[in-house]
Nanobody
Framework: QVQLVESGGGLVQAGGSLRLSCLAAGSTFGYAMAWCRQAPGKEREFVAG????????KYVDSVEGRFTISRDRAKNTIYLQMNDLKPEDTAIYYC????????????????WGQGTQVTVSS
């Protein structure tokens, strides 16, 4: 069992930056992790994923070049650095773990956090 706690969300103006953190309680050894988001009235979507080693990453096209996912295995934590934020980035951001070291753009993950709200004003 893995429990995930996200932090770092908030209100920011367009063009600003935020850094999200996700602390995992329980072993994530060998597992891929990801950030997904859900905007009001929309389905949850994959945003960024990172493999166990931290060297492999994957992003949805809309955040490529603006967001960076990273992983600190010693702290059992992943991060999402979000720069040049846009109003369309407004959503609840969720941290997720897949019980395999497989990166994909699906939202088929095994464990989820409770989410952190990100609001970008224009």
């Amino acid at each position: 069992q893995v429990q995930l706690v996200e932090s770092g969300g908030g209100l920011v103006q367009a063009g600003g930056s935020l850094r999200l953190s996700c602390l995992a309680a329980g072993s994530t050894f060998g597992y891929a992790m990801a950030w997904c988001r859900q905007a009001p009235g929309k389905e949850r979507e994959f945003v960024a994923g990172i493999g166990w080693g931290g060297g492999a990453t994957k992003y949805v096209d809309s955040v490529e070049g603006r967001f960076t996912i990273s992983r600190d295995r010693a702290k059992n934590t992943i991060y999402l650095q979000m720069n040049d934020l846009k109003p369309e980035d407004t959503a609840i951001y969720y941290c997720a773990v897949r019980r395999a070291n497989v990166l994909s753009s699906s939202t088929d993950y095994d464990y989820w956090g409770q989410g952190t709200q990100v609001t970008v004003s224009s």
